[in-house]
């Protein structure tokens, strides 16, 4: 199976569009919802990891292009700049998944990038701006 994680936007037009049940329904595809979050006046983002195989991916894609609904694919996840952080923690309170952990002998941030489902609390919280979602 390939996965692909994106974030889909939409416009006050298309925010109630039941998108996901169509992309299990007609493309039968896996999927994660890793973020969401809509105000139907203004429109809505949703994180989301998909799952299938290349063809039914193409076809969710331009499924998705001509319900105009913005794609930008996470290729990377998040960066953290250690150089930058400074260890003062906020963002391990708010990483709903526990990837980013205080190590208790050194106090420095420990980032488990395995874990993290790209939901960007750890950048909106971080006042140095050491970690960033990547596109
Ligand atoms: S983006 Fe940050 S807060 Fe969200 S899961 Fe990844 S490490 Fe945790
Ligand atoms: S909030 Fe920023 S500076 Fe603080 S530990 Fe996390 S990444 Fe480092």
Not at 72 to 77: A, N, P, S
């Amino acid at each position: 199976m390939i996965k692909k994680k994106a974030i889909l936007r939409f416009d006050p037009a298309t925010v109630e569009k039941p998108i996901t049940y169509y992309l299990i329904k007609q493309y039968d595809l896996w999927i994660n919802i890793l973020q969401a979050k809509f105000e139907p006046a203004l429109g809505g983002k949703l994180v989301i990891e998909l799952g299938g195989d290349q063809k039914q991916l193409d076809e969710a894609f331009a499924y998705l292009e001509e319900q105009n609904i913005k794609v930008d694919f996470l290729e990377q996840g998040v960066s953290w700049n250690k150089v930058k952080c400074n260890n003062c923690g906020a963002c391990v309170s708010v990483c709903p998944v526990g990837a980013l952990k205080m190590d208790k002998q050194t106090y420095h941030l420990e980032f488990n990038y395995q874990d993290c489902v790209v939901c960007g609390y750890c950048a909106d919280a971080c006042p140095v701006k050491a970690i960033e979602i990547i596109f």
